[in-house]
């Protein structure tokens, strides 16, 4: 049974399949070993992604733990530690059988306990608090089957199952006791996935081994992944032509795009991000004045250019976003507010709210905070808003930090005004669109949960009932009520979709361009030629 994607985000449905590891058929015979050097500008700060999202940790994370499914780039489920799985009729439980042959990298056997343990835990620290809320209890009748019992139905449920948002993590390590936020293991894993952990210098290094005791036949083909990471993008361009590093994903600098397509010997694409749905925003912190006023966010709205930034800054290469749910997406309202560029309109606002502007024409001072790393997406714009604000009597201090730990500190205890950040949809709003707006989700030291820490109650119940709504028109109409409010309350102001592209060498064969892309197991991946 094939599933579509407007299948996958509105309805659960009933669900039996059998192992079927590989997605692709090949003519030749894939070559086994050999190395794939990474590179990137993300730097995680520890290896656990059931306790931390974004691709800094679920790209090594992916191949260090596995997850119940994987995904293709159709958006269909195939098995992984679970060689099938069961949907009941009434949405309300999803029994796993997990292949029997699975062993954590330190010879343990991973058991429907750890499935308990992992769906438990995630559930209790991720930052996606809506992954999980669900889950009523996970049942283990025996060690190879684990029932997932829901309060409620939920339309993401098997979504949730995959790649790095649901690592299966060992209950005999992380189980200990310990606070599982400062593990220890959570910077010297051991997981059950295709590489198991050689070596992790934070901010420089990440050196993963085959598994040779891996659960799927043949696989992986590689003897081992190395993700070298630098905050210095021209030094990861030039590492990528000059062929010491053999692929760059998330690459979103569109001058940088357009020079890596001119190399004859990297193939680029845009596929492998389908599942992300990445928005680049400007957040407000909505509790510290004058950004406590709707009518302040509205006015910096109106003041800003969207489609400046796409269009100049960005060259083209990234497309507008008005919304928090992506617009690719059919859950998508066009009816939403868009804050086209209105001078008069924004200095209106800001008398009406009574911030006059003083002799020297200034009314206020802000200050705008960006992610490190990603100059285009990110400083640029905090530069261009500084600019574009002084122009309706806003002045922006724009602060940098050092690295993306400082600024992930920042923003998750509201030590800022406003802050450029990137953030994903993860395939489905109740994944990761819900987070960012509920009020029960603000909770100070997460990063990615309600920074902004906006609350309207109707906002609350919306996202509560589309959380659990498996009518796909019934859902959309509540998101189209949802993104309606917010866009009026203004939160955030929504700037673009990330233009992220994968550059690879030609002679890599199978780089993944499943919807998860790199953040998911990469099993096929082989050289051509030795």
Known sequence: MKLTRREILGSAGALLVAPNFAFRAHAEEPQKGGAMVMVSTQSPRHLNPAVQSGAATGVPGAQIFASPLMFDANWKPHPYLAESW????DGL???????????????KPITSDDVKFSIETIKAHHPFTTMFEPVSAVETPDEHTATIRLAHPHPAL????????????PRHIFGDGRDIMTHPANSNPVGSGPFRLEEFKPGQRISLVKNTDFFIPDRPRLDKIIITISNDPNAILLAVENGEADCYPFATASQDIKRLQRNDRLDVTDKGFEGLGAINWLAFN???PPLDKKMVRQAIGYAIDRNFITKALMRGVAKPQRSPIIESSPFFNPKIPAYDLDLDKANALLDQAGHKAGSDGMRFKLTVDYIPGAPEQQESVAQYLK????KVGIDVEVRASPDFP???KRISNYDFDMTMDAVYNWGDPVIGVHRTYLSSNIRKGVIWSNTQRYSNPKVDELLGKAAVEMDFAKRKALYDEFQMIVGDDLPIYWINALPYHSAYDKRIADFPETIW?????????????A
């Open 86 to 89: 069961k949907v009941a009729d």
């Open 387 to 390: 600019s574009q604000l002084k």
């Open 406 to 408: 400082t600024w992930a």
């Open 158 to 169: 098997l979504l949730c199952l995959s790649s790095a948002l649901c690592p299966i993590i």
């Open 517 to 529: 892309g790199t953040m998911q197991s990469i099993n096929d991946t082989y050289w051509k030629k």
């Open 93 to 107: 439980s999803v029994t796993l059988n997990l292949v029997k042959n699975a062993k954590f990298h330190d010879g």
């Open 286 to 288: 909505t509790k510290k």
